[in-house]
């Protein structure tokens, strides 16, 4: 293993192996991120705010940053790889107060802080509630959220929630498989880490999609609020 890869970061595939393609099913299965972010965008109309493609270019960073991390396995490709992931998180965060619960910009960019507040905590609950889940306790708030946002949105967008709660499924399953990929390295050399990838992906371009529906039938927000 080489010692400047992040000891959070080891996974079954790179145990055996320190070199570029020691991680073949983490490193192939970023590409899930980037064709999900490839059909996001073909996807996309010309009444789409700007900030669900800001959210497809994160989509594809973090293909990018993933694979970095699975295939070079060195810090500031960690730091790449965690760097996406949060401004997918904060941007969807943002648009999910702003056009699902119709906050105002400001009172949306404030509540910022918040979430992070929220997630140190929550993590730091849930790694001593459920130990086994290690650095996956960050992912399995950002689950917490997203169902939080559906239960909320039930009565007043229901199809919305219904798609919150989707999106809380898949990342919650997926998590599930990031989880368990140490505990099988015996057995499973592979480990399970590269289904995490290809469930994340789906996810994310589901939450996009999500977002999108309700800002279309919305009437786009075509009213200067981007």
Do not use: Q
Not at 99 to 111: D, E, K, R, V
Not at 187 to 204: E, K, R, S
Not at 212 to 221: M, N, P, S, T
């Amino acid at each position: 293993m080489r010692e400047n890869h992040p000891a959070e970061f080891t996974y079954c595939e790179r145990l055996a192996d320190p070199g570029f393609w020691a991680e073949p099913l983490h490193a192939v299965s970023n590409f899930a991120f980037i064709i999900a972010a490839i059909v996001c965008w073909a996807r996309l109309e010309s009444r789409t705010l700007p900030i669900v493609r800001l959210l497809v270019l994160w989509l594809f960073g973090i293909g990018v940053g993933s694979g970095l991390l699975h295939t070079v396995a060195t810090p500031w490709a960690g730091f790449l790889d965690v760097l996406f992931i949060a401004l997918f998180v904060v941007t969807y965060f943002y648009a999910a107060n702003r056009y699902f619960l119709s906050i105002g910009a400001n009172l949306s960019l404030t509540l910022i802080p918040a979430l992070f507040a929220y997630i140190a905590l929550a993590t730091w609950g849930l790694a001593n509630l459920i130990p086994m889940l290690g650095f996956s306790s960050v992912y399995a708030t950002v689950a917490i959220l997203i169902a939080v946002y559906g239960v909320l949105l039930m009565r007043r967008h229901p199809a919305v929630a219904r798609g919150l709660m989707i999106g809380a499924v898949l990342l919650t399953v997926s998590i599930t498989f990031r989880t368990i990929d140490k505990t099988l390295c015996e057995t499973f050399p592979y480990g399970t880490h590269f289904v995490w990838h290809i469930l994340n992906a789906v996810m994310l371009a589901w939450m996009i999609e999500v977002l999108k529906a309700h800002v279309l039938d919305e009437g786009g927000f075509n009213h200067g609020d981007e």
